[in-house]
């Protein structure tokens, strides 16, 4: 099963919070660089201007969907 496409505005208005779409997508992006250290994916390759847009939004505050460390 997958989801259908929707363009990012459609699916933002179907979640009816940016906030949450922004913190889902920091932690998904937060998941593909951390579970490749820990060897449960093989690491992929991510552009400088995406890793830093990831390091302003985790600074900003949007950090409610990050794996925190044990």
């Known amino acids: 099963m997958r989801?259908?496409?929707?363009?990012?505005?459609?699916?933002?208005?179907?979640?009816?919070?940016?906030?949450?779409?922004?913190?889902?997508?920091?932690?998904?992006?937060?998941?593909?660089?951390?579970?490749?250290?820990?060897?449960?994916?093989i690491p992929q390759p991510m552009p400088d201007k995406v890793r830093a847009a990831f390091e302003r939004l985790v600074d900003a505050g949007f950090s409610t969907r990050l794996v925190r460390a044990t």
């Open 3 to 41: 989801s259908r496409p929707l363009p990012f505005a459609e699916y933002t208005e179907s979640i009816g919070d940016i906030d949450r779409v922004v913190n889902m997508l920091v932690g998904g992006t937060q998941r593909v660089i951390e579970y490749a250290t820990l060897g449960f994916a």
